[in-house]
């Protein structure tokens, strides 16, 4: 999965075959609505990398 430079989420492939969407910056799972974001298939993975990338844009463009 190749993301944006500017994106803080991404999605690695572990070893069991699942992916985990994580913090680029931390190297953390993250969690969205209490569930931390592991042990997906690559279509969630890709899929919530997206919405949490498009969230973090959109609360970056509210920083005065």
């Given at each position: 999965?190749?993301?944006?430079?500017?994106?803080?989420?991404?999605?690695?492939?572990e070893?069991?075959?699942?992916?985990?969407?994580?913090d680029?910056?931390?190297?953390?799972?993250?969690?969205?609505?209490?569930?931390?974001?592991?042990?997906?298939?690559?279509?969630?993975?890709?899929?919530?990398?997206?919405?949490?990338?498009?969230?973090?844009?959109?609360?970056?463009r509210?920083?005065?």
């Amino acid at each position: 999965m190749t993301r944006r430079t500017d994106n803080r989420y991404d999605a690695r492939r572990e070893e069991d075959g699942t992916w985990t969407v994580y913090d680029i910056f931390t190297g953390t799972a993250t969690s969205w609505e209490n569930r931390i974001l592991h042990r997906l298939d690559a279509d969630d993975a890709d899929d919530l990398v997206d919405l949490m990338n498009s969230r973090n844009a959109d609360a970056r463009r509210s920083i005065p």
